[in-house]
T-cell receptor, first 113, second 117 residues
Framework: DTAVSQTPKYLVTQMGNDKSIKCEQNLGHDTMYWYKQDSKKFLKIMFSYNNKELIINETVPNRFSPKSPDKAHLNLHINSLELGDSAVYFC????????????FGPGTRLLVL | AQKVTQAQTEISVVEKEDVTLDCVYETRDTTYYLFWYKQPPSGELVFLIRRNSFDEQNEISGRYSWNFQKSTSSFNFTITASQVVDSAVYFCALSEAGGNYGQNFVFGPGTRLSVLP
């Protein structure tokens, strides 16, 4: 059973389109995250949700909107896609306790043409 | 502000050599947590180890060992008798304990390790 899953694995789309990436975790964690990994492999946190509530919101364009229907799911919607949005997006989940490790999904490779 | 430096961008070794990946961190907190993750060519991020700031004991897990030294703000990772399957990008990460929920991880830039047969 996959602990943290993301769909789709690959996403190729045109500039200006709107797209969504879905994430689900079956680890029973209360906290979920979205990260962006750029072409140089830099990993940067975008959002964090705890039990459906937004906790961390880094400086991310408001074209990116996370949505958490329940604590096992955290989806990422991206409006008006731009070339610079091309990256690998990782979903992660972690326990609520301080210092909890985060467990990552397989990543979604987004390519904007 | 928290920061993680991995000065080695890329390392190449021949199989069976030992290799150490360096990680230096900056934080103003007295309570913090350090992590190592592995990203093999397949792309997933695999959690390897977590260490809190109060536990300076070194840890060994099979061919992997970690050396945490608060005096030099370092958390280095050594692979003994490296194997081709160890080829990956390795990330060091720091999390401060300030928030009640969620862990704001700051990742280092990663070190790409290539183990040649």
């Amino acid at each position: 059973d996959t602990a943290v899953s993301q769909t789709p694995k690959y996403l190729v789309t045109q500039m200006g389109n709107d797209k969504s990436i879905k994430c689900e975790q079956n680890l029973g964690h209360d906290t979920m995250y979205w990260y962006k990994q750029d072409s140089k492999k830099f990993l940067k946190i975008m959002f964090s949700y705890n039990n459906k509530e937004l906790i961390i919101n880094e400086t991310v364009p408001n074209r990116f909107s996370p949505k958490s229907p329940d604590k096992a799911h955290l989806n990422l919607h991206i409006n008006s896609l731009e070339l610079g949005d091309s990256a690998v997006y990782f979903c992660a989940s972690g326990g609520q306790g301080k210092g909890s490790a985060q467990y990552f999904g397989p990543g979604t490779r987004l390519l904007v043409l | 502000a928290q920061k993680v430096t991995q000065a080695q961008t890329e390392i190449s070794v021949v199989e069976k050599e030992d290799v150490t990946l360096d990680c230096v961190y900056e934080t103003r907190d007295t309570t913090y947590y350090l992590f190592w993750y592995k990203q093999p060519p397949s792309g997933e991020l695999v959690f390897l180890i977590r260490r809190n700031s109060f536990d300076e004991q070194n840890e060994i897990s099979g061919r992997y060992s970690w050396n945490f030294q608060k005096s030099t703000s370092s958390f280095n990772f050594t692979i003994t008798a490296s194997q081709v399957v160890d080829s990956a990008v390795y990330f060091c990460a720091l999390s401060e304990a300030g928030g009640n929920y969620g862990q704001n991880f700051v990742f280092g830039p990663g070190t790409r390790l290539s183990v040649l047969p």
